[in-house]
């Protein structure tokens, strides 16, 4: 298929609480069919502009889709984009949060409220289908909302989580004792808090138990030297979710390769972008595996 020129269109997506999320759509030039949308989940301490998304969005927008990012509305990102200036919301983020984050997200990209021009601009297949992607805890989010949101027609997970089991001993005893735990960020050196709504939402949350409930095609990669999610995360994921398909890319770690900011394309990330391509739908062409 010939590639095309990309546009980024940009938004502010409102939740229920006030809150806005930035949103990035990408989407080739041209096209005068309405393109089929996916939706990409950025993992813990992620963003939507961390280096491998951006060149990824637009690689798969190239070929006849639609690819949206966004920013969950607790990653502690404000409005300057990648700057983490809200670590008071990271605090108080909660998986059950940007399981909710991703239906408003769908529910401005289906055209409802204020994203009823913006759907338009974009020439968005308004079908209520979508496809949604998700890294490390996105991933894991993502599972969680295709087992109870219909509207999600097909899921790819890169390097998941299969629980939330994430903490030492060390700090499960300081975020019972003091409420809160810190958490190194190693590229910015910010100590970022994280508090006990985290824990107590997390333990509510059967992701075995939501992934049997995922009967829609899934793929499931992961990268064979992921030095942050054991390779073994993804195994239990594609045991749980009928069918899925289990592909694991040789010397990948969590990032497969990537930098932020981003310094080119890797193998790995070559192999994760050709692998996306050849599953989720673009125009003329169904999805699936």
Not at 7 to 19: E, I
Not at 223 to 248: C, K, Q
Not at 252 to 267: C, D, L, Q, R, S
Request: aromatic share 8%; with cysteine; glycine share 10%.
């Amino acid at each position: 298929m010939k590639l095309v020129a990309v546009t980024r269109k940009s938004a502010r997506v409102k939740c229920p609480d006030g809150l806005t999320m930035g949103l990035d759509l990408f989407v080739p030039e041209g096209e005068s069919r309405p393109l089929p949308v996916a939706v990409v989940c950025h993992g813990f301490k992620g963003f939507k502009d961390w280096g491998l998304f951006p060149p990824l969005a637009e690689r798969l927008a190239a070929s006849g889709r639609a690819i949206a990012l966004f920013d969950f509305s607790h990653n502690g990102v404000g409005v300057m984009p990648g700057e983490f200036s809200r670590l008071d919301l990271f605090e108080r983020q909660t998986v059950s949060r940007h399981v909710a984050d991703l239906g408003t997200v769908l529910d401005f990209l289906d055209g409802q409220g204020d994203g009823a021009a913006f759907a338009t601009a974009g020439n968005l297949q308004r079908n209520r289908h979508f496809n949604v992607v998700g890294h490390s805890l996105g991933g894991l989010v993502a599972v969680l909302r295709a087992a109870d949101d219909a509207r999600v027609v097909q899921v790819a997970v890169l390097n998941a989580l299969a629980d939330l089991e994430r903490f030492s001993a060390a700090e499960l005893d300081e975020l019972e004792r003091t409420g809160r735990v810190l958490i190194k960020n190693q590229r910015t050196g910010q100590d970022m808090p994280l508090g006990r709504s985290w824990l107590e939402d997390g333990r509510r949350h059967d992701v075995e138990a939501a992934a049997t409930q995922v009967f829609v095609p899934s793929l499931v990669m992961y990268g064979e030297a992921d030095e942050s999610v054991p390779p073994e995360h993804s195994r239990r994921l594609n045991e749980w979710i009928a069918g899925s398909r289990l592909v694991g890319v040789p010397g990948a770690n969590h990032t497969f390769g990537a930098k932020h900011p981003f310094e080119g394309w890797t193998p790995p990330l070559e192999a994760v972008a050709s692998e996306l391509d050849a599953f989720l739908p673009h125009v003329g062409r169904l999805g699936g595996i």
